[in-house]
Each structure stands twice: as C-alpha cells, then as structure tokens.
C-alpha cells in the first residue's frame, strides 16, 4: 500500500501569509507513460464534505481560487495557499490515485493565527 | 448542479448488516466511477470501494473487503453499498463520491461529493 504522510499536522498563519502543507508518499505516483503524478488535494471545512482542490499533483479544479497551487513530483508533494483568507480554515488531505487501494494523508488543521 | 445524495445510515448492532444507497443526479451518470469514502468520528479519510463507469470492475479496501459489495444500477442512476457483518469500528460518516475522470475505474479522484449518511454500530 501507498501511505501517504501529510505534516504539520496543524498549523496557523496570519491572515494574508503563506500556509505551506506538504504531503510525501512511500512510493512513487508519478506514472512515466502519461507523465503525471496521481495526486489530488482536497479541503474539508467544519461540517462539510471534502472538496476537490488541485488533481494530477497541480492543476486546479474550476472555481477553485488561485491563491491555491499544487507543486511536486514523485514522492514529495505540497500545498500552498499564497494568501491564506479567513475562509480557508479546514482541513486540508492529499490523496494518490495511482493504485488501489485509494489511500489518504492523515490530514492538515489549517487556523487563523 | 451535480449531486449525489447517500441514504441508509443508521445505528446497527455489531455482526448485523446494512445496505446504503446513493442517487446521483445532474450528471452523465454511466460516464463515471463511483466511490464510496468513510470517515471516523474525528479522523482521517479512508477509501471504502470504487465501481467502474460501466460496473464491470469492483475494487475494495483492505479493511472492509470480503464484508462489503458495492453496486449500481445505470438506468437509475444509483450506487448501493451493501454491508454485513458489521463491527464498531466501522462507525463513520459514509460519503457517496462522483469520480473525477470520464470512463474510469479505481484510477480516479474523488470530485462531487455527498453530505454522508452516518453509521452507528453499536451493542
């Protein structure tokens, strides 16, 4: 199984500062033949279900804000929000989709500092 | 807009069994995987089962699988979850997820998800 490792396990920035999550798999999600990385982030606000963020490791779904951005390759990936606003407060989880099982970091708190 | 909406939970004893369903709408239904995802009071999420666009493939995850079936039905653009042989530990809002890819299996994010129905298995 592919175990993803998200870290920190919370964190709390200013209004407008840089939130910085990274999220690091045990192997490799990158697939060579399509030259992309199976990597989707989602954000999860209290009371909520998840939303879908950023697919193949940086891509931004529609609508999502582009405050948010997706980087990395192979086994070490990150989240940035660039100006972190009061309603980006969640929980924020990486997820690969290159193999079964489907397999989820354990999660980000995101807070006002 | 899109939606998927999930039926069934409830409190259950240990070693029983419970079906949920989920109804998706606003969408090429028979164009996508369907995902069901759980999420423990408090914890992470875990990825239950996928079924492929077509429902000919059928995938599971370690901890559920062999007391889990995942269907659907194409014509009513439903998803069921059967479940038997319950145990406390599979107490958890049970999320019903759209798949992200068209004319995917298990190879897919997770992208319209519903609100949960929530899964109490309890003595």
Same mark, same amino acid.
């Given at each position: ?56 490791? $940086?891509?931004?779904?529609?609508? @999502?804000?582009?405050? =948010? ?5 192979? +086994?070490?990936? !990150?989240?940035?929000?660039? $100006?972190?606003?009061?309603?980006? @407060?969640?929980?924020? =989880? ?5 193999? +079964?099982?489907? !397999? ?10 | ?123």
């Amino acid at each position: 199984d592919t175990v993803m490792t998200q870290s920190p396990d919370s964190l709390a920035v200013s209004l407008g500062e840089r939130a910085t999550i990274n999220c690091k798999s045990s192997q490799s999600v990158f697939y060579s033949s399509r030259n992309k990385n199976y990597l989707a982030w989602y954000q999860q606000k209290p009371g909520q279900p998840p939303k879908l963020l950023i697919y193949w490791a $940086s891509t931004r779904e529609s609508g @999502v804000p582009d405050r =948010f951005s997706g980087s990395g390759s192979g +086994t070490d990936f !990150t989240l940035t929000i660039s $100006s972190l606003q009061a309603e980006d @407060v969640g929980l924020y =989880f990486c997820q690969q989709y290159l193999t +079964t099982p489907l !397999t989820f970091g354990g999660g980000t708190q995101v807070e006002i500092k | 807009q899109v939606q998927v909406v999930e039926s069934g939970g409830g409190v259950v004893q240990p070693g029983k069994s419970l079906r949920l369903s989920c109804a998706a709408s606003r969408f090429t239904f028979n164009n996508y995987a369907m995902h069901w995802v759980r999420q423990a009071p408090g914890r992470g999420l875990e990825w239950v089962a996928s079924i492929s666009y077509d429902g000919s493939e059928t995938f599971y995850g370690d901890t559920v699988k062999g007391r889990v079936t995942i269907s659907r039905d194409n014509s009513k653009n439903t998803v069921l979850l059967q479940m038997t042989g319950l145990r406390v530990e599979d107490t958890a809002v049970f999320f019903c997820v759209k798949g992200f890819f068209e004319h995917s299996s298990s190879i897919d994010a997770f992208h319209i998800w519903g609100q949960g129905t929530k899964v109490i298995v309890s003595s």
